[in-house]
């Protein structure tokens, strides 16, 4: 049995014994082994993580039912009293307070988000039935691999090869019109098969599912004869569209509604959590739910595809029988696969999260990095404190005071300090959340889920408020084996040669080290924002965009598209205060392209060897986003309706295909997309579509009537603000009638903004921690000069006395904060200059190993030494030197 | 019989237990309360409700065999017992009861 060639962690079961009762031993043990073992065979992962999270839970749960059975009333009334005097004590010293807070809240704000973000989006279970049996299917074909999408016949034929116990597909989002009594409204639509939800699981909050039989099939016309009337369609809503575009009605089901002048009947509203996972990144919402059924096409792969695993397989099981599948296929079907074919099953979670799950590992470790640095210095805080109160504690202890006094007051001090620490890092955790969400591209799975995760910071905060009690009470237990009697002996608090302070010096030097690190990087990625607000886009975006799907029923013809824009665009210029207008089929920075070949070497075949990004345009375009016409000119109305094999380059192809060419003019290239060979009228200036920061691939602009689109973009420049023109533009596009709602109404800045806000975010989440850990580091440098001065201050003032001079006495303190601050600082530069590839992946404009970055990031570390270092020094020198010879 | 109250937790282990039959123990109860719940259902709290319920005599449970498969611990079968039966049909009465005429109004969330 595969279960039994692995055992829970043998650790986590010792812990299960001692904390569990003898007679639930067994069920509990038992069960959680049995569970163990099942998730083995069904090739789960993290199933030691899994076993020890049950463990801890089942600790904590005996713990707190141990605690509430055998406490007695007496325990409850002294904690208590000890909690309300710990409280007075700590609002006396609120200074001291006020600096634990802060640096336990430092710590456990950044390490709460970041959990949280990968709680939501690395480890819960997707909301679907049994999420764990959910496989995502892809394709490796030929040079393509990982492709996302399977052809309709390869699922049929999976299906039938009885792999899975279901396996179901869908189609890629599309947009189409709502008519409301000949208002149109624009409404996404996703198709999926019909046995889709139930194998999720998903049960509709209103009517029901699709079924096989309801999905027509669209008869052709026999000769002769006019064509069948299309039949009605099923769909079912999404549960916000429903409240949208419904007003939440329940009478909406059964209502028979038209999509793009089709007739569709609402059988359905999806939950309000539904959301639809594919192999692709649609961070869309999706409005409507269509039903398709597969035709036995076998060369058509754009169908993302999920299956569930049969009961008691598992993925390598499938795997191997998916292997075992495509050398069939590639034997039944050798003119379709002439490559390499092979079909990979993984976990639908595993797939989502594959790209995000390194850059989300290294997080944490920086967070976690961050909170350990941060506890270590508030126990460090907490055991100075303690120290400084031997004399009282061994006072006490004299008096009669037990052991358990004085643990119980340790205790509850540090518990107020953690519930503190707890409270304004909850609120730092929810400030960083923000930030994170904009650090995180939209296109991450579960995006829109990100938020704290209150179990994660209880994590955090049980972790800051037990390693503060742990260490709190190292001290207490000192003294009350005998170390206080030396404190009363000694006449003084002063408790002999410094200790423990080489440690401590340790973790300062590496606080520094980690600042000099996290400074370069925020340096970097600050420049590197600062200059991209300064690139030249190659465009100037202050223009509306309108996208226009036509009816194709009406303007299916190529002759007739052109002709419609054409209307389109003269009838928008008549709006007042409309200067340019201009249509594209794909907005600069839109995330949205077509790529493919191109030659200028005509008696070559087209290949990717020579890339570029086709755009198809109206003559009007370039003017309307004021791309620069190098040389030659737009293309002109003519040409556009009559669809004319002419295409306009950017400079950056002009440079590459002809190389030392002045002029191209009159050239001709061999493109891709299924083009003619069409001849260069125009030279334009590059345009940024694809990265701010970067001139991706070069550029061809052809006519809008030879690169067939189903929808087109239409931009609008004006005098003032565009988008304050808006409404008129609807109506004048929607006076012509291309016969669909106009949608995504939106100025071209947006997409400059999302373009750069990622790099905004990343750079003030970076500077964040820089900050914090440079924070941190003054107050480590602080703790470890405080408490040399302190153990120092007889000496120091006996020297006073004999009048040796302050400048002398300064130096001898700052002398130790020099040394680490040298032997620091090299290390923070190498962990800089090794972290420098990773920050030169974002950033933009800055070198790799910027020497000003790395100056201004060892200024910033040594400013946070020198203030941790100095404010002990010029405390140490209004020492009152008699009271201390005093031996006060 | 005292009706001892029924917490919602409680009467919800001693559904599952109900649905389950002779096949209820510790996973089992555990997955069948996480299918039929929109909630976070922490194991140890259901144990607890299970030791409760025990503790007010509307569950008894026996021992299994010891197994391989569980580190050779046996498993903790639970039955629920007439009372248990009888406070179920008391509150599915009051249940049905409190419910019948009842029409909720639709749970309109703004966007």
């Known amino acids: 049995m595969k279960g039994s060639q692995a055992a829970p962690p043998a650790a986590a079961v010792r812990l299960l014994v001692a904390c569990v009762a003898e007679h639930e031993r067994d069920s509990v043990i038992g069960d959680l082994t049995e569970e163990f073992a099942d998730r083995q065979d069904a090739g789960y992962r993290g199933n030691r993580a899994w076993f020890w999270r049950e463990t801890f839970l089942f600790a904590g749960a005996s713990l707190l039912y141990a605690l509430a059975r055998v406490a007695p009333a007496s325990l409850w009334r002294m904690t208590m009293t000890s909690l309300t005097q710990s409280f007075r004590r700590l609002r006396h010293e609120w200074r001291f307070t006020a600096s634990v807070v802060l640096i336990l809240s430092v710590g456990i704000g950044p390490a709460a988000a970041m959990l949280s973000v990968v709680d939501k989006v690395l480890l819960r279970p997707l909301n679907y039935r049994d999420s764990d049996h959910l496989a995502m299917m892809r394709i490796d074909l030929g040079q393509l691999a990982g492709h996302p999408g399977l052809s309709p016949g ?8 009885n792999i899975f116990e279901s396996i179901e597909t869908e189609t890629r989002l599309n947009e189409v019109s709502y008519d409301v009594s000949g208002r149109l409204t624009s409404l996404t639509i996703l198709n999926v098969t019909s046995g889709m939800l139930p194998m999720l699981g998903v049960t509709p909050a209103l009517g029901r599912n699709f ?27 999404d549960y916000l569209a429903w409240q949208q575009h419904f007003g939440g009605d329940p009478s909406a089901i059964g209502r028979v509604i038209t999509l793009n002048s089709g007739q569709f009947q609402i059988i359905g509203v999806l939950p309000d959590d539904f959301r639809l996972v594919t192999g692709r990144a649609v961070p869309r919402r999706v409005d409507v739910y269509g039903a398709i059924r597969l035709q036995r096409q076998l060369n058509a792969w754009q169908f993302p ?22 050398a069939g296929m590639k034997k039944d079907h050798p003119d379709v696969y002439d490559g390499r074919l092979r079909y990979t099953v993984s976990p639908v979670l595993e797939d989502m999260t594959k790209a995000t799950r390194p850059a989300l590992r290294a997080a944490i470790v920086g967070v976690l990095l961050l909170l350990v640095i941060a506890l270590a210095n508030a126990a460090a805080l907490v055991v100075a404190r303690l120290k400084t109160r031997d004399l009282d504690f061994a006072i006490r202890s004299a008096l009669g005071a037990g052991r358990s006094a004085l643990l119980t007051e340790v205790m509850s001090e540090a518990l107020l300090l953690g519930v503190g620490g707890a409270l304004i890092g909850s609120v730092l955790a929810i400030a960083c959340i923000g930030g994170i969400r904009e650090v995180i591209p939209r296109t991450v799975p579960r995006w829109e889920q990100i938020g704290v995760s209150w179990n994660l910071v209880a994590y955090a905060v049980a972790l800051a408020i037990t390693g503060l009690v742990a260490l709190g009470l190292i001290p207490v237990w000192r003294m009350s ?11 003084s608090a002063q408790g002999g040669k410094a200790e423990g302070t080489t440690s401590r010096l340790i973790l300062v030097g590496a606080q520094v080290a980690l600042t000099v690190a996290l400074a370069f990087g925020s340096v970097q990625l600050a420049r590197s924002a600062f200059e991209l607000r300064r690139v030249n886009l190659g465009f100037d975006p202050n223009v509306a965009t309108f996208r226009v799907p ?26 007042p205060g409309v200067t340019a207008v201009g249509i594209v089929t794909h907005l600069p920075l839109s995330g949205s392209t077509m790529m493919d ?9 087209v290949s990717f060897d020579q890339s570029a990004n086709y755009q198809a345009v109206t003559p009007g375009y370039f003017d309307a986003l004021h791309i620069p016409i190098i040389q030659g000119r737009d293309i002109t109305d003519r040409e556009d309706a009559e669809n004319q094999n002419v295409i306009v380059v950017d400079e950056t192809l002009a440079k590459t295909a002809f190389p030392g060419k002045q002029s191209v003019i009159g050239q001709t290239l061999k493109l891709g997309w299924g083009l003619p060979n069409a001849q260069i009228v125009g030279v334009v200036g590059h345009a940024k579509t694809i990265e701010v920061g970067r001139v991706v691939r070069p550029q061809i602009y052809a006519p809008i009537g030879n690169l067939f689109q189903s929808w087109a973009i239409v931009t609008v420049r004006s005098a003032g603000d565009p988008m304050q023109l808006k409404d008129q533009v609807v109506a004048a596009i929607d006076e012509v009638g291309p016969g669909r709602a106009v949608s995504n109404i939106a100025p071209l800045t947006d997409n400059v903004n999302a373009a750069t806000s990622a790099l905004v975010a990343v750079t003030g989440l970076v500077a964040f921690l820089a900050i914090s850990a440079g924070l ?49 600082v090299p290390i923070g530069i190498v962990m800089a200059v090794a972290l420098a590839p990773m920050f030169a992946e974002i950033t933009y404009g800055v070198g790799k190993r910027d020497t000003g970055s790395m100056i201004l990031a060892v200024a910033v570390a040594l400013t946070a030494g020198l203030l941790g270092t100095m404010l002990p020094v010029i405390r140490a020198g209004r020492m009152n030197i008699v009271s201390i010879l005093r031996g006060d | 019989m005292t009706h001892e109250p029924l917490g919602e937790l409680e009467q919800m282990v001693l559904l599952a237990i109900v649905r389950l039959g002779r096949d209820s123990y510790g996973t089992p109860i555990v997955d069948e309360l996480r299918r039929h719940t929109r909630r976070t259902i922490l194991r140890p709290s259901v144990y607890l409700a299970l030791k409760r319920l025990e503790a007010k ?11 391989a498969r569980r580190g050779g611990r046996a498993r903790r079968h639970f039955e629920p017992t007439t009372a248990a039966m009888k406070t179920l049909r008391e509150s599915q009465r009051t249940m049905n009861s409190l419910w019948s005429g009842v029409v909720l109004s639709t749970d309109k969330k703004k966007a």
């Open chain 1, 154 to 161: 390869e699922v049929i034929a999976i299906r039938e090869a």
């Open chain 1, 211 to 237: 079924t096989e039989a309801e999905i027509p099939n669209f008869g052709r016309s026999q000769p002769g004869q006019p064509p069948p009337p299309p039949p009605i369609q099923p769909v079912m809503l």
């Open chain 1, 305 to 326: 595809t999920l299956a569930r695993l049969k009961k008691g397989s598992t993925f390598e099981d499938t795997q191997k029988r998916l292997d075992a599948f495509a």
């Open chain 1, 481 to 491: 084996r005998g170390h206080a009697w030396n404190a009363l002996r000694s006449g």
């Open chain 1, 550 to 575: 036509p009816d194709f029923r009406k303007f299916g013809n190529r002759k007739d598209l052109p002709l419609l824009y054409q209307r389109i665009r003269d009838r928008v210029r008549q709006v």
């Open chain 1, 597 to 605: 070949g191109y030659t200028a070497d005509l008696t070559k075949e």
């Open chain 1, 776 to 824: 941190l580091s003054a107050v480590g440098l602080y703790l470890v000069i405080a408490h040399v001065v302190y153990q120092r201050r007889r000496a120091t003032a006996i020297r006073v006395a004999l009048g040796a001079p302050q400048l002398e006495l300064m130096w001898r303190h700052t002398r130790t904060s020099a040394l680490v601050m040298m032997a620091a």
């Open chain 2, 57 to 67: 005599g509307l569950i008894r449970s026996r021992m299994g065999e010891p197994e």
